[in-house]
């Protein structure tokens, strides 16, 4: 005699571990970043005697930092606020670096603000303008560098 065969045994989870995985996801994706911006950072590097741009976010909440010849330099002037179509012209000059006040009659394209960096300096300069992450909350400081 054969018995009859016992119905196969299906994994499942209750509400309550599903609502807690669902929970954790959203978590996850925030402090990732995936959703919203997360940090910026545009990073402007010159030779001695070069000039080199590129184009940040407009948005509040910049913070710039410079290396010349791979020490840490102060940037006087620095703007905490980009402004779309704006331009925002450093220079490395005597072993400084200086945001200089941008040409307002200027008319330049919506797309960013725009970023320059002109080396007078004898050694490399590099300008670092960063943003944190939309979202501050004590849990997605893990996720920092």
């Given at each position: 005699?054969s018995q009859p065969?016992s119905?196969?045994r299906?994994?499942s989870?209750?509400?309550?571990?599903?609502?807690?995985?669902i929970?954790?996801?959203?978590?996850?994706?925030?402090?990732?970043g995936?959703?919203?911006?997360g940090?910026q950072?545009?990073?402007?590097?010159?030779a001695?005697?070069?000039?080199?741009d590129?184009?940040a976010k407009?948005?509040?909440?910049?913070?710039a930092?410079?290396t010349?010849?791979?020490?840490?330099a102060?940037?006087e002037g620095a703007?905490?606020q980009?402004?779309d179509a704006?331009l925002?012209?450093?220079v490395c000059?005597?072993?400084q670096m200086i945001?200089?006040?941008g040409?307002?009659s200027?008319?330049?394209p919506s797309g960013?603000?725009?970023?320059?960096?002109?080396?007078n300096?004898?050694a490399?300069?590099?300008?670092?303008?960063t943003?944190?992450?939309?979202i501050?909350w004590?849990l997605?400081?893990i996720?920092k560098r």
């Open positions: 005699m065969a119905p196969a299906r994994f989870l209750s509400e309550d571990w599903l609502a807690t995985i929970g954790l996801l959203i978590v996850a994706i925030i402090g990732l995936l959703i919203g911006p940090p950072t545009v990073t402007l590097k010159a001695p005697g070069e000039s080199v590129k184009t407009p948005h509040d909440g910049w913070k930092s410079a010349i010849g791979g020490e840490k102060v940037v703007p905490k980009l402004v704006q925002y012209p450093f000059d005597g072993g945001a200089e006040a040409d307002s200027l008319s330049l960013g603000a725009y970023l320059t960096l002109t080396n300096c004898d490399e300069a590099s300008l670092t303008y943003t944190d992450y939309a501050r004590p997605f400081g996720f």
